[in-house]
């Protein structure tokens, strides 16, 4: 049986060429809402849930905290372009695993 990944991202095309690329070793559903992520996390059981914050229903910090406050135990990765130093110090507050940039750079 594979691990499960849920991928959190309204921005359909960023969440499918994630997916993409862990399907070849993980069963992996992606959903565009916290709402439905919240859902998703119970029935799913992920070991791994990837997240941005910036959202239309909810932010990520709710997703994260209600995850969190239910006493369910995967793994955050949270995937933003707030980078700023009070979204980085929230995020160790509420226990993230990984933060990655999601700015692209020009070169």
Do not use: W
């Not at 029935?43 to 932010?59: A, E, N, R």
């Amino acid at each position: 049986m594979l691990d499960k990944i849920i991928i959190v991202d309204d921005h359909r095309v960023f969440a499918e060429s994630i997916a993409s690329i862990l399907r070849n070793k993980y069963e992996v559903l992606e959903v565009s809402s916290v709402e439905k992520a919240l859902q998703a996390v119970k029935i799913f059981s992920p070991k791994l849930v990837i997240t941005d914050l910036q959202m239309p229903d909810q932010d990520g910090f709710f997703l994260i905290k209600s995850i969190r406050d239910k006493g369910l135990l995967p793994k955050i990765l949270v995937l933003s372009s707030l980078t700023n130093q009070s979204t980085i110090h929230k995020l160790i507050q509420h226990k993230v695993n990984g933060f990655l940039n999601k700015k692209c750079v020009k070169y």
